[in-house]
């Protein structure tokens, strides 16, 4: 069964940090280009980060750009996102997604998604 995971979110607050995992199933992980998209209430969905197969080369959305970091453990199929200095516009519920094309430009490119996990930014 093809699935996505993500565990890990959570309420922090504002300055903080916190580290989502995604967790991959049913596919051939290592194929697969993964980003991290969030969306908050009344906003469209937006990219955040996203990281190739292979080499595993990153891309960060400008908002995020130095203060998010993306990686991949292939061997353990699982994708991170460490998160720091943590500001209220950064809460949002936050997907995982797995596309053979790396973009943060079209979401359509992404194949499967997870069911999301919730950030909360709040002092």
């Known amino acids: 069964q093809l699935q996505l995971v993500e565990p890990g979110g959570g309420v922090v607050q504002p300055g903080g940090r916190l580290t989502l995992s995604c967790t991959a199933s049913g596919f051939t992980f290592d194929d697969y280009a993964i980003a991290w998209f969030r969306q908050a209430p009344g906003k469209e969905r937006e990219a955040v980060s996203c990281i190739t197969n292979g080499e595993a080369l990153p891309r960060y959305a400008d908002s995020v750009k130095g203060r998010f970091t993306i990686s991949r453990d292939n061997a353990k199929k699982m994708v991170y996102l460490q998160m720091n200095d943590l500001k209220p516009e950064d809460a949002a519920v936050y997907y995982c997604?797995?596309?053979?094309?790396?973009?943060?430009?079209?979401?359509?490119?992404?194949?499967?998604w997870g069911q999301g996990t919730q950030v909360t930014v709040s002092s």
């Open positions: 997604a797995a596309g053979l094309i790396p973009s943060l430009m079209y979401s359509d490119f992404y194949d499967y």
